[in-house]
């Protein structure tokens, strides 16, 4: 069992930046394949980046590619989200996600993943 803790959300201005992360339990973490998701108010939950085991790969969603950024820290059992130039349409709470049975995947929908932090809102004022 691997518990996920997400920390960093907040409040700020169109064009500002924030970094999450993600605090993961467990002596596996650096086997999983992990990725963050977000949902909006009144929409599905949606993919937005995904990082293999190693973190040499990496995948994301169309519109935010170019200026969020998925990464992790084996080490310390954390991957973060560095999101800059931010946008209203960004707003959401963001979650991460693991998924225990593929180390290499870097992309899938919410049903792929096996563990879910509790999320950290973000609201980009415009």
């Known amino acids: 069992q691997v518990q996920l803790v997400e920390s960093g959300g907040g409040l700020v201005q169109a064009g500002d930046s924030l970094r999450l992360s993600c605090a993961a339990s467990?002596?596996?973490?650096?086997?999983?394949?992990m990725a963050w998701f977000r949902q909006a108010p009144g929409k599905e939950r949606e993919f937005v980046a995904g990082?293999?085991?190693?973190?040499?790969?990496?995948y994301y969603r169309d519109s935010v590619k170019g200026r969020l950024t998925i990464s992790r820290d084996n080490a310390k059992n954390t991957v973060f989200l560095q999101m800059i130039s931010l946008k209203p349409e960004d707003t959401a709470v963001y979650f991460c996600?693991?998924?225990?049975?593929?180390?290499?995947?870097?992309?899938?929908?919410?049903?792929?993943?096996?563990?879910w932090g509790q999320g950290t809102q973000v609201t980009v004022s415009s």
């Open positions: 996600a693991a998924d225990r049975t593929s180390s290499t995947r870097v992309a899938g929908g919410s049903s792929t993943y096996d563990y």
């Open positions: 467990g002596r596996t973490f650096s086997t999983y394949a």
């Open positions: 990082i293999n085991w190693s973190g040499n790969s990496t």
